[in-house]
């Protein structure tokens, strides 16, 4: 079976979510770029905070990636939704951090108000979180059934 979901093959399909993010996201603003379709480049964080300090940005990225990484890899018992919103988070910051090295900042281009612009990665960043609280909520709501 190609999706064989055992505990020991959960971390390859997180590195497999986090490569297929970055590749569609990577395409999709190349593919903005090249058409010459409207997009701004953030040089901020989400909804352009920081936007004076990119390092103080980058620290924060890459700080999120680590973290998340760790506490995967310490944690005894993990989920298909734990490995799905590492898969996610890891897409999406890397996805940022590619636009940050190559375009010194990150290419936006969906716009929705009030929130503003942005681009792929950011809708599996906030996929990530939204799965990670239902999952959270869900495994709570478990445990005080069982008690």
Do not use: C
């Not at 979901?5 to 590749?23: E, G, H």
């Not at 990636?65 to 944690?75: C, G, N, P, S």
């Amino acid at each position: 079976m190609i999706f064989d979901l055992r505990i020991r093959s959960l971390p390859l399909f997180s590195f497999f979510i986090a490569f297929l993010v970055v590749a569609v996201d990577q395409l999709i603003k190349r593919s903005v770029i090249v058409s010459q379709r409207f997009y701004v480049i953030n040089t901020g964080g989400i909804f352009g905070i920081f936007s004076n300090n990119e390092w103080m940005t980058d620290i924060l990225i890459w700080g999120l990636i680590l973290v998340a990484v760790f506490w995967l890899m310490r944690t005894k018992k993990t989920t298909f939704p734990d490995f799905l919103v590492l898969g996610l988070l890891l897409g999406g910051g890397v996805g940022n951090v590619i636009d940050r090295f190559f375009r010194g900042g990150v290419v936006d281009f969906f716009h929705i108000n009030p929130f503003g612009y942005f681009n792929f990665s950011d809708i599996a960043i906030t996929a990530a979180v939204a799965v990670g609280f239902w999952n959270m909520l869900s495994f709570r709501r478990k445990q005080s059934l069982r008690d």
